[in-house]
């Protein structure tokens, strides 16, 4: 089975958020990058299990800039074979989208695979995008995943519950907790990501649909209001008179 | 601008989230002098309560009655070329999040999604969002000109008015299924959406023992509130993994969300900052849960909680 997982950079998730240039930017200094967690956990290890059951190639693909390369390293040091990346800064989801479906269009791919989200920008758009791109079945949220021949089956989370799905590949799935356990690297596959090829392709330049203008930190909490534990009528009384949520 | 709302529907009745969206959408077309249109699928019995949120028009596809993402997304597309739509709206829950992308790529629509306010509609088209898994806010401007905007639930406050909708039948060619359901499974339990909650009662590793969580499930009864956990408690079974809140489980923002013997590490706190009101059980006074807490209870939770599901009993006696 040839497998694309797109690997996303996300800021570790203890980082203190701030900006900068007038809070036109996110301000990287002092901040540790990791694999965005759910393109890691979740799509690139249940992505391995499936290539060493069956057999098959597993790329990943990022864009973005030559920073990219370490957090690259650490998912071929999980186990992927090869990585891509395109030579862009990463703006729009659909920008990235058109990248990675630019890429894989040609390329014969069984599944292609994501994150359901990115822990920085939260967007869940780039998995949806890349299935409307290729013109491929698109499954999002997925729990669960197995393939037989050309067809995945994929337990995925609804409104209310789960849904079990039949979906003929190629398609492209978005990856959410449960889908498989965390891998930690061993100093094999860390050695080994050194000399896998992690080939640079240019950017087909495609459209941007929106920009952001500025970010903004939320409002100081106030500080807790402390209650007796021997008066838990006054927080009942709190919660209904002052704050009005009951 | 002229307005359209996509409102998911399940089992014969339109998504609650959706009266928030169809608010929201409604709203956004009468300040720019535009028509609001909402389509939907299935067998809808609630319909007629749509209008009642400023929706004038609905485009009912009753003969679709499956989930297919890029059947719906086909849906969408053909109720805006019906509907004239310059901005399209969707609630940021399972369905929403699904389609919306595949609409906004294969219309060529800027999209936000995630949004938590009205967006900007003199000069730029400026749409607020919540990014850094709710640690930051992002104005994200869309330049194309159709828009997209999916809105996270219990965002905006939803107007309603007397009103009543034109309901046309809607059947356009949507195309063949790409995906084919097998099974269903429905979550039992008081049938309160976690991710559609106004009222949760959570619950963490200070409850000791999975079969400690029976005052948990009371006062949420009481209160009308979901039940959720972190994740400690779902990772060794104690709890169902659909319950865990959290950087990894499920992001919620409810009015109020009660967490009892939670430490409040980050993690979980990247689930719940979006909550409007939150309440901490501890008995320890240095949990950092109290830092992002407004009401706080130091103290054992099987002194407290039992003492809050009598008191919420008394609240509610004293009102009907």
Redo the contacts between chains.
Sequence with gaps: MNILVCISKAPDTTSKITFKDNNTSFNEDGVQFIVNPYDEWYALVRALELKEAQGGKLTIISVGGADYETIMRKALAIGADEAVRVDAQPLDAFQVASEIAAYAADKGFDLVMAGKETIDYNGAQVGGMIAALMHLPYVSNATKMDVAGSEATVERDKQGGTEVLGVSLPAVISAAKGMAEQRIPNMRGIMAARSKPLQVIASCAPQRLTETVHYELPPEKGGVKLIDPDNVNELVNLLHNEAKVI | MNVLVFA?S?NGKV?KAAYEAASYGATIASRSGGKATLVTYGRVDNLNELAQYGISDILHAESVDH?D??QL?ALTEAAVQSSGADLVIFSH???G??????????M???????AIDYPSLEG?F?V?T???????????????AKKIITLLPNSVSKEKIEASANVTAFAPDLGNA??????????GGDGI?L??A??VVSAGRGLKAPENWGMIEELAHE?GAATACSRPVADVGWRP??E?VG???IAIRP??YIAVGISGA??HL?GVNGS??I??INTDPEAPF???????????AF??VP??I???K??KASQS
């Design positions: 998911d399940d998504a989930v993402p890029m997304a829950d399972y369905t999040k699904t389609i919306a992308p595949i609409v906004s790529a294969r060529k629509a800027g999209m936000v999604t995630g730029d400026i607020k919540n990014v850094f898994s709710g640690k930051a806010f992002a104005h994200v401007k869309i330049n194309t790409s995906v084919s359901i097998k099974e269903t499974k429905i979550k959406i991710t559609e106004e009222l209160l993994h659909h865990h950087q990894t489980g009015n109020l980050i993690q990247a409007k009101v309440v901490v109290f830092k992002a807490a407004d009401y706080g209870i130091v103290g054992d002194e407290v003492k809050l009598a008191a919420v008394e609240l």
